[in-house]
């Protein structure tokens, strides 16, 4: 009863694989919501998913089939024009079907006998993309899950070398000295909000985090850091890391980085750049220049499943000095034993957090193979090109206001009601609610000097500009339907 269950050396059971995996496709190709979502709220979606998971006896091929379909017509679909809401990408192709074979081969990268290949393809990778970003011969790197777990790395790190550099103390061994509770972080008033977890989450509390005032265009203000460097130094505070931001969340502002380098330099503090969103310039002909600087961090991060659009997961973070990896290192009898390291065998375990991990580069690698560096820069370009095609757009219509001048590929606005009385914080929240609801576009939201804005993320390169003039458009009819609702009930 256990025949046909795997893909195993059988002619069968290969064909049955294959056809599994083009249905699942089809499934995905003619069920897929257009309009980009079926506007079902949560209580209707759990009504959809009244089920006992596990049946009693296998279900036929028609069940799940349907129990695929739901899935697929009730997420949002990605890909559609008027998704725009995060730093939420559609996939490539190439990388999907990758996918299908990362998840076939299932190789795991934390010891080489789980993953040969695919352990030199990631160490490769990591290095040649360490070159990208101009980090020198003695750095390395890891693939991660994301932004986040980066950020979590980048803090960990440079807890650990702070406080062995200063007290000789190892905080693998040892935890924390009481002394750990001087440590600050500095990062700008917009920088990720992953800083502060991260400094919750490694024991230094999220008052450890300093928020560094940001100029006009939402970029970390030197003279804000040194002030505050300089502040905290008076008050027998110790400058362990500067987070600055490649490429802000909202905004899509990048802090100077070479400023916020010799800062650091000055206060021996370890300089993080997250580049989780504009890591993508590196590879931008035309907005390379942005990133000056990076090639001095101490360690930084670059999601891939952001501006490369690659399916989730899809990270790395990078690592100047390979050293700094040790104090995370534990060897386990089973994977990385000593005798390895001795040989020269590569059990990636050691430079990550996580044990079972997935063979994300190869996704990344065939991506890039099939585009070429021209196409990926014009991708990148074209998303940035869209955001400032928004904001010309925006700009001109009276009733909407652009809240900053894009710097990436989002773009921060409001709705602007006709009456000064209503109150627009509302109206803002509604309008992007209302099209969620209604399914008719999935638009982000944030709040801009503590007002409620609306917010484009650009992550679809073959969005054209008539299509963006559509989306705009629907959203200034649909403010204008719910202030005349309002009138209505009033
Ligand atoms: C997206 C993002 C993160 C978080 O990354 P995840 O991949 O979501 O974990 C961190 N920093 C910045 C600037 C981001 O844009």
Known sequence: MFESEFL????????????????????????LPEPPYSGKN????????????????????????ATLRTVVSNSVAVNHRNTVAHLHCPPLLAALAAEVVIS?????????????I????????????CARAGLPATSD???????????????????????????????????LPPEARRLRIFCSEVAHFTVEKSASQLGLGTDAVVRVAVDENFRMSPAALQESLQTSHAAGLLPLAIVATAGTTDFGSVDPIPELASLAQAAGAWLHVDAAYGGALLFSAQHRVKLKGIESADSLGIDFHKLFWQPIPCSAFLLRNSRHFDSIKLNADYLNPEAHEEEGIPNLVTTSLLTTRRFDALKLWISFQTLGRDKLAAMIDRTVELARHSARVIRDTPRLELLSEPQLSTVVFRYMPSQAAV?????????????????LAVIGHTRVHNRQALKFTCMNPT????????????????????????ERRA
């Not at 195993?8 to 069920?31: F, G, H, M, N, W």
Request: glycine share 6%; proline share 2%; net charge negative.
């Open 8 to 31: 195993t050396p059988t002619q069968e059971d290969k064909d049955r694989y294959q056809r599994l995996v083009s249905e699942a496709a089809q499934i995905v190709c003619t069920s």
């Open 42 to 65: 949560s209580a209707t979606l759990a009504d959809l998913i009244r089920t006992d998971f596990l049946p009693d006896a296998a279900s036929t091929s028609e069940q799940i089939a």
């Open 104 to 116: 076939a081969l299932n190789q795991s990268m934390d010891s080489f006998d789980q993953a040969p």
């Open 118 to 129: 695919a352990t030199v393809v990631e160490q490769k990778m990591i290095r040649w993309l």
């Open 141 to 175: 790197g890891t693939f991660t899950t994301g932004g986040s777990q980066s950020n979590y790395m980048a803090m960990l790190l440079a807890r650990d070398t702070f406080l062995q550099r200063h007290w000789n103390w190892s905080a693998q061994k040892s935890g």
């Open 423 to 439: 109150d627009s914080d509302q109206i803002n929240a509604a309008l992007r609610q209302r099209l969620f609801d209604r399914g």
């Open 463 to 486: 969005m054209t500009e008539d299509q963006m003039d559509e989306l705009i458009g629907l959203i200034v009819s649909e403010g204008v339907a719910i202030e005349s609702g309002r």
